[in-house]
């Protein structure tokens, strides 16, 4: 899969769910692990774990062999 369609895929889940404060990273030329990083917030820790399982289940939804989803409440 096309990282500007995961990425598509991915946006559009979050902003499904009303994710808020929705940035994109590009740290393609920091790391070898990722091309981009996806972050939002919501409204509540249960808002914020519906938004991860919705942009991990339209991902492999899509095809996406991997996603991974790294919470960081701290």
Do not use: F, P, W, Y
Not at 32 to 42: K, Q, R, T
Not at 45 to 55: E, G, I, K, M, S
């Amino acid at each position: 899969m096309h990282i500007d369609t995961l990425k598509s895929v991915a946006l559009d889940a979050l902003e499904e769910l009303k994710a808020r404060d929705i940035a994109q990273l590009d740290v393609a030329e920091l790391t070898d692990v990722a091309d981009i990083m996806l972050i939002a917030s919501g409204t509540s820790t249960r808002h914020v774990a519906a938004l991860a399982q919705n942009v991990v289940e339209k991902a492999k939804a899509s095809g996406a062999s991997e996603c991974h989803v790294v919470d960081l409440k701290d």
